[in-house]
C-alpha cells in the first residue's frame, strides 16, 4: 500500500537530561534524557514515520500520548529501547540518519497528541548526546493508483540527482569512438597544435554544493572544456 | 526486501549501458539465427545460450564487483556529504587537510612558476610518443619539485583528530588508550578476527605456510593449485575471491586478482588505455613531475622494483587522466580538487578537475603500483588492476575516515591489538618516547609495499583481496611488533626502536599473521 506522508509542524522541547542527586552541580550523569515532541493543539495525527538524525544516543524508547475522540488522554510505549549504536562507546551509528515506521511500533500511532523520546546513552565517554532534524510524518490514505513496491523504489533512485541521466545510445558511441581514434591517428600523423578534446563538463547541483562532473560517456572521458586544459591554480 | 530492490535498482542504472551490456545485448541477438532457439520458448532458450556461452557469468562477475562498491541505501534525509562520511568532525578534518594539500600544490605552482596543466606543443607530444616505452631515461630536472605530502606529515594530522563530543577528562589509566590516535572507532578484537579469517586458522591449509620446501606438496599443495586451476576455469569472482583468502599459487595470481577484481582486458579497456595515454601526450600537468619524482625517490631506489620504472610512469601518468576514478569519490570521505580554465574562476562553465582523476600523488605513491608490475606486462592490463584496486582499498589508506578499512580505523586497530596483547611492549616503548604507531604508520599507509620482499608482499594482498578489507594489515603490523618483541623490550630510544625493525625484508608474513591471531591467548 502507498501512503503519501507530509512532514507535521511540531514544537520540539529542548532534551531534559535527567540527573541523580539534588543540586546540579552535585548531580551525577544517569544517561538518560527526554525530548518531548509537542504536536498541534487540538488536531491529533496518525503517526506514519518519525524520522531524526542521532546524536551519540545509544539506545531510543517512544512513548505517545494519545487522545481518542470519546475517551481520555492515555500514554502508550510505541518503542522499546531500539539499539541505534552497537557499542554505545564506540562513533558507529553515532551520527547516522534513522526512521522508525508505523510498522515497527508496539501500537498503532494514531490520535497522538504527544510524542516522548527517552534517550540512553550508558557510556561516559561522550559529553552529551541527543537527537537533531526530528521530523514527524502524518499517515495519509493510499493513493487510487496502485504503485508496485519495485517500481517506487526505482522511482526513489531517480531522484537521486548523482546519477547520470540519458544515457547514449551504445551503437552510436562505439560509432563516434571509432571516428575518434581515426582523428586521433589523423592528429598524430599531422602535427599541428589544434586540439581534439570536447566539451564535457556537466554541472549538478546537490543542496548546497555545486558538483562539476566531467561527464562518462560510455568509457570515452574527456576531461578537457572545449579542448583546453590550461589550469594555474587550484581553487580552495 | 526494500532495501534490496534499492541496491538491484541501483546496480542495473549501473551496468545499463555499459559495453558490457551492449555485448550480450548483441549475442542474444546474434543467438537469435540458431536453430536451437525457439520462438515460443524465446526467453528461456536465449537465457540458456547467454548461460552456456559464459554471458551470464561475465554478468554475475560484473554484478558482484558493483556490489563491492555498492554504498548501503541511504536515508532520505542523508545529505550527500553524510555517504562519503558520517561523522561530521571526521568529515571537517579530512576538509582542512585537503585544503592544506592543495595549498602546498598551489604555492609550488607559483613558486617554480610552472602551470598546473598546459597544453604541450606539436613538438613535445611527438617527443613524448617516441620516447613513451622510456621515459626513465628522462634527464630532466626534478630537484625543484618536492612531494607535496609525506604519510609522516599525514600521521600528525591523524594524531590531532578529535572529537568535540569525546569525554576524554579521565587522565591516563589501564582502561584508557595509551596510542597516538585518540578517536573511539570500533575495532575488533582477537576473538572476533579469529571468526572473520577462519580460513587463515592453525588448522587450514596455506599458501605461505603449508608450500614450504620440507613440505610434501601432496600433503596440501598440488590439491590446492588444482582447486585453483578449477577456479579460474570457471572464471567466477565470488569463487575466486573466497579461494584466493588461503593465498594464490604464483603461476595462477595474475588471472585469479583480474578475475577477483573484474578486471578485463578487452578491446575496449585497451581502447581507453590509448584515450588516456593521448591524454598523457596531450597535456603536461605539474602532478607529472611529483609522479616522475616519487618513483625515483622511491621505487627507482628499490632492488625489487627499479627494472619496472617505465611500468610505473606509463600507468600513474594515465591514471592521472583517468576521469572514472572520480566516481569513487562518492564513497570516498575525500573531495576532489577544482579549478577553473584560463584563469575563469567562478565561471562553471570552465571548471574542471585537477588532476582529472582528483587524486593528488604523495610521497610513496608509486609503490601501490610496483607490486602488480610483477603480475601484468601488458599495460593496458596492469593499468585495469591498478585502477580497481586503488578505488576499492587504496584509496583508504590516504583519506580521513571512519570506514572499518580506512587508516584511522587501521592506526587505532594495530594500537589496540598491541595494548591488548603486548602491554609490557606498548608501555616500554611509550616511556621511551617510541610509540609503536610513529614507526609502523608508514609501513600500513602503503600496505607493506617496500618493506617485505616481493613474494611475501603478494600473499599479504591476496589475503586483503580474499577478505575485501585491509584490516589484515593492522594485524600484521601488530604481529611483527610480537615476533621483534624480546629486541624491543632493550632498546632506550626511538632511534633504537627503529633499528630493529628498519629491515623487514626477512620476514614470513603468514606465519606471523596466524601465530597472531590463532596462538595467542586470550
Not at chain 2, 549475442?27 to 528461456?44: R, T, V, Y
Not at chain 2, 578491446?267 to 597535456?283: C, F, S
Not at chain 2, 613531475?289 to 627494472?307: G, R
Not at chain 2, 564513497?331 to 574542471?352: F, L, M, R
Request: negative net charge; hydrophobic residues 40%.
Amino acid at each position: 500500500m502507498s501512503t503519501s506522508c507530509d512532514a507535521v509542524s511540531c514544537s520540539i522541547k529542548p532534551a531534559v537530561h535527567l540527573h541523580i542527586g539534588h543540586a546540579p552541580s552535585n548531580a551525577a550523569r544517569s544517561g538518560v534524557c527526554v525530548v518531548d515532541v509537542h504536536l498541534p493543539f487540538g488536531k491529533p495525527v496518525n503517526i506514519e514515520r518519525i524520522s531524526f538524525k542521532n546524536f551519540y544516543t545509544a539506545s531510543l524508547s517512544v512513548r505517545l500520548l494519545t487522545k481518542e475522540p470519546t475517551s481520555l488522554c492515555k500514554w502508550l510505549t510505541a518503542i522499546r529501547d531500539v539499539s541505534l549504536m552497537e557499542n554505545p562507546h564506540c562513533e558507529d551509528g553515532a551520527q547516522d540518519y534513522c526512521s522508525l515506521i508505523r510498522e515497527q511500533m508496539l501500537v498503532e500511532p494514531d490520535h497522538v497528541v504527544q510524542i516522548r523520546l527517552i534517550l540512553r546513552q550508558p557510556s561516559a565517554t561522550w559529553t552529551t548526546f541527543d537527537l537533531e532534524e526530528i521530523n514527524i510524518y502524518t499517515h495519509t490514505h493510499q493513493d487510487s493508483e496502485e504503485v508496485s513496491d519495485w517500481l517506487s523504489e526505482l522511482t526513489l533512485v531517480d531522484q537521486d540527482p548523482d546519477h547520470v541521466q540519458e544515457l547514449p545510445d551504445s551503437q552510436s558511441v562505439s560509432c563516434s569512438i571509432q571516428q575518434m581514434l581515426a582523428l586521433t591517428e589523423v592528429m598524430k600523423n599531422n602535427q599541428n597544435s589544434s586540439s581534439i578534446g570536447r566539451y564535457q563538463v556537466t554541472h549538478t547541483h546537490t543542496h548546497t554544493h555545486t558538483h562539476t562532473r566531467a561527464r562518462v560517456f560510455n568509457n570515452v572521458c574527456m576531461f578537457q572544456v572545449n579542448g583546453c586544459y590550461d589550469v594555474n591554480l587550484l581553487s580552495l | 526486501m526494500d532495501e534490496l530492490s534499492v541496491s538491484i535498482a541501483h546496480i542495473v542504472q549501473r551496468l545499463r549501458g555499459s559495453s558490457l551490456h551492449s555485448q550480450i545485448e548483441r549475442h542474444a541477438k546474434e543467438c537469435l539465427h540458431q536453430p536451437d532457439i525457439k520462438l515460443d520458448s524465446l526467453k528461456e532458450d536465449v537465457r540458456t545460450f547467454l548461460k552456456t556461452t559464459g554471458w551470464e557469468r561475465k554478468l554475475q562477475n560484473a554484478v558482484y564487483r558493483e556490489l563491492h562498491v555498492l554504498q548501503p541505501p541511504h536515508h532520505l534525509s542523508a545529505p550527500p556529504e553524510h555517504l562519503k562520511e558520517p561523522l561530521a568532525y571526521m568529515r571537517t578534518a579530512q576538509a582542512c587537510w585537503e585544503r592544506r594539500v592543495f595549498k602546498s600544490l598551489n604555492s609550488m605552482s607559483s613558486e617554480l612558476e610552472v602551470p598546473l596543466a598546459r597544453m604541450r606543443p606539436a613538438a613535445e607530444q611527438k617527443d613524448l610518443t617516441d620516447k613513451w616505452n622510456e621515459m626513465g631515461t628522462d634527464e630532466s630536472d626534478l630537484s625543484r619539485f618536492r612531494p607535496v605530502y609525506a604519510p609522516k606529515d599525514f600521521l600528525e594530522v591523524l594524531i590531532g583528530l578529535r572529537n568535540p563530543n569525546h569525554n576524554s577528562s579521565d587522565g591516563v589509566s589501564a582502561k584508557s588508550h595509551w596510542g597516538l590516535i585518540q578517536v573511539p572507532l570500533n575495532v575488533r578484537d582477537i576473538k572476533q578476527l579469529r571468526q572473520t579469517y577462519a580460513e587463515l586458522s592453525l588448522t587450514c591449509g596455506q599458501l605461505g605456510i603449508d608450500d614450504n620446501a620440507h613440505i610434501h606438496p601432496d600433503l596440501f599443495e598440488n590439491e590446492y593449485v588444482q582447486m585453483g586451476n578449477k577456479v579460474v576455469l570457471e572464471q567466477n569472482s565470488a569463487a575466486s575471491q573466497q579461494y584466493i583468502r588461503q593465498g594464490c599459487p604464483t603461476e595462477l595470481r595474475a588471472e585469479l586478482w583480474a578475475l577477483t577484481l573484474n578486471a578485463t582486458n578487452q578491446p575496449q579497456d585497451v581502447m581507453y588505455y590509448e584515450q588516456l595515454k593521448a591524454g598523457v601526450i596531450q597535456h603536461d600537468l605539474l602532478v607529472d613531475n611529483l609522479v616522475y619524482k616519487d618513483v625515483k625517490l622511491t621505487a627507482s631506489n628499490d632492488d625489487y622494483y627499479f627494472v619496472f620504472e617505465d611500468f610505473l610512469y606509463q600507468v600513474l601518468l594515465c591514471f592521472s587522466r583517468d576521469t572514472t576514478v572520480l566516481e569513487h569519490f562518492k564513497y570516498n570521505s575525500a573531495t576532489p580538487p577544482k579549478s577553473y580554465i584560463e584563469g575563469k574562476v567562478g565561471d562553471e562553465q570552465c571548471a574542471v578537475f585537477y588532476p582529472p582523476n582528483g587524486v593528488i600523488p604523495f610521497h610513496g605513491f608509486s609503490m601501490y603500483v610496483a607490486p602488480l608490475c610483477y603480475l601484468y606486462n601488458e599495460p593496458s592490463k596492469l593499468y585495469s588492476v591498478f585502477r580497481e584496486m586503488y578505488v576499492r582499498y587504496f584509496f583508504r589508506l590516504h583519506s580521513i575516515s571512519s570506514s572499518p578499512s580506512g587508516i584511522v580505523s587501521l592506526c587505532l586497530q594495530f594500537e589496540w591489538l598491541l595494548q591488548t596483547h603486548l602491554p609490557q611492549l606498548f608501555y616500554h616503548l611509550r616511556q621511551i618516547g617510541a610509540q609503536p604507531l610513529r614507526i609502523a604508520f608508514k609501513w600500513m599507509v602503503r600496505a607493506f609495499s617496500g618493506y617485505l620482499s616481493t613474494d611475501q608482499l603478494l600473499l599479504l594482498w591476496d589475503r586483503i583481496l580474499g577478505y575485501d578489507s585491509l584490516e589484515v594489515v593492522a594485524v600484521l603490523a601488530a604481529a611483527v611488533f610480537a615476533f621483534r618483541a624480546e629486541n624491543l623490550m632493550e632498546v632506550t630510544s626511538l632511534a633504537s626502536a627503529e633499528a630493529v625493525l628498519a629491515d623487514l625484508s626477512t620476514l614470513k608474513v603468514m606465519p606471523l599473521i596466524q601465530i597472531f591471531l590463532f596462538a595467542t591467548a586470550v
